[in-house]
């Protein structure tokens, strides 16, 4: 599902977990990576990403999700993470 960007501000923090700011060498900021709605009990997790369409392709918001999921799971005891 794709969200209006009012809506994705809006329901940004809802259910948050953690938050990452990605952040290239040369670039500056180039997206988020949300972790949120964890359930310990299932040991489950979401995980969101939004990036700059300049960005596309460079694969900087994919590193910034690989490194969510590493830290998710030193975090918390993780069976599945949701995309």
């Not at 949120?36 to 990036?51: R, T, Y």
């Amino acid at each position: 599902m794709v969200l209006s960007p009012s809506e994705a501000a809006r329901t940004f923090w809802a259910g948050c977990a953690a938050a990452f700011v990605v952040v290239g060498v040369d670039s500056g900021p180039v997206g988020c990576v949300h972790l949120s709605n964890f359930e310990p009990v299932n040991g489950c997790i979401e995980l969101s990403v939004l990036g700059d369409p300049r960005f596309e392709g460079a694969g900087l918001v994919v590193e910034g999700a690989g490194l969510a999921i590493d830290y998710a799971i030193d975090a918390w005891p993780l069976r599945k993470v949701y995309f």
